[in-house]
Protein backbone atom coordinates (compact mmCIF):
# COMPACT_ATOMS: atom_id res chain seq x y z
CA UNK A 1 0.00 0.00 0.00
CA UNK A 2 1.47 3.31 -0.81
CA UNK A 3 2.17 5.84 2.00
CA UNK A 4 1.77 9.41 2.43
CA UNK A 5 3.09 11.79 4.76
CA UNK A 6 1.59 13.68 7.09
CA UNK A 7 1.93 16.41 9.73
CA UNK A 8 -0.07 16.65 13.29
CA UNK A 9 0.57 18.81 16.34
CA UNK A 10 0.83 16.74 19.64
CA UNK A 11 1.83 17.53 23.11
CA UNK A 12 5.21 16.67 23.59
CA UNK A 13 4.02 14.21 26.39
CA UNK A 14 1.81 12.19 23.87
CA UNK A 15 4.50 11.83 21.33
CA UNK A 16 6.96 10.65 23.98
CA UNK A 17 4.12 7.87 24.94
CA UNK A 18 3.67 7.29 21.53
CA UNK A 19 6.53 6.58 20.19
CA UNK A 20 7.52 4.42 23.72
CA UNK A 21 4.52 2.50 22.53
CA UNK A 22 5.42 1.55 19.24
CA UNK A 23 8.75 0.92 20.51
CA UNK A 24 7.43 -1.32 22.82
CA UNK A 25 5.13 -2.87 20.17
CA UNK A 26 8.10 -3.20 17.57
CA UNK A 27 6.49 -0.24 15.30
CA UNK A 28 6.83 2.94 13.32
CA UNK A 29 5.56 5.75 14.67
CA UNK A 30 3.89 6.29 11.29
CA UNK A 31 2.54 2.20 11.99
CA UNK A 32 1.21 2.41 15.10
CA UNK A 33 -0.79 5.07 14.84
CA UNK A 34 -2.63 3.32 11.43
CA UNK A 35 -2.97 0.46 14.00
CA UNK A 36 -4.91 2.96 16.24
CA UNK A 37 -7.08 4.53 12.96
CA UNK A 38 -7.64 1.04 12.15
CA UNK A 39 -8.78 -0.62 15.20
CA UNK A 40 -11.14 3.06 15.61
CA UNK A 41 -12.32 2.79 12.87
CA UNK A 42 -13.07 -1.41 13.31
CA UNK A 43 -14.86 -0.39 16.41
CA UNK A 44 -17.57 2.12 14.93
CA UNK A 45 -18.52 -0.42 12.75
CA UNK A 46 -18.71 -3.03 15.48
CA UNK A 47 -20.55 -0.59 17.71
CA UNK A 48 -22.90 0.70 14.31
CA UNK A 49 -23.74 -3.28 14.01
CA UNK A 50 -24.65 -3.59 17.47
CA UNK A 51 -26.84 -0.85 17.53
CA UNK A 52 -28.91 -2.53 14.27
CA UNK A 53 -28.68 -5.47 16.05
CA UNK A 54 -30.29 -3.73 19.21
CA UNK A 55 -32.68 -1.96 16.48
CA UNK A 56 -34.02 -4.89 15.03
CA UNK A 57 -34.61 -7.15 18.62
CA UNK A 58 -36.59 -4.29 19.89
CA UNK A 59 -38.66 -3.16 16.43
CA UNK A 60 -38.57 -6.72 15.18
CA UNK A 61 -42.72 -7.64 15.35
CA UNK A 62 -43.58 -3.72 13.67
CA UNK A 63 -41.91 -5.52 10.70
CA UNK A 64 -43.38 -8.73 10.86
CA UNK A 65 -46.57 -7.45 11.75
CA UNK A 66 -45.71 -5.49 8.01
CA UNK A 67 -44.97 -8.02 6.36
CA UNK A 68 -47.79 -10.61 7.32
CA UNK A 69 -50.27 -7.26 6.18
CA UNK A 70 -48.69 -7.50 2.61
CA UNK A 71 -48.74 -10.92 2.48
CA UNK A 72 -52.53 -10.79 3.09
CA UNK A 73 -53.26 -8.47 1.17
CA UNK A 74 -51.65 -9.96 -2.18
CA UNK A 75 -53.05 -13.53 -0.86
CA UNK A 76 -49.80 -15.23 -0.38
CA UNK A 77 -49.20 -17.70 2.01
CA UNK A 78 -46.18 -18.33 3.98
CA UNK A 79 -45.43 -21.63 3.53
Known amino acids: ?22 RDRGQSIGDYIAHLVREDADGL ?20 EVEDAEQSASGARAA
Open 45 to 64: RVRGLDAARRFLDEHQAVFD
Open 1 to 22: MAKTQSGARIDQDVMELAKARA
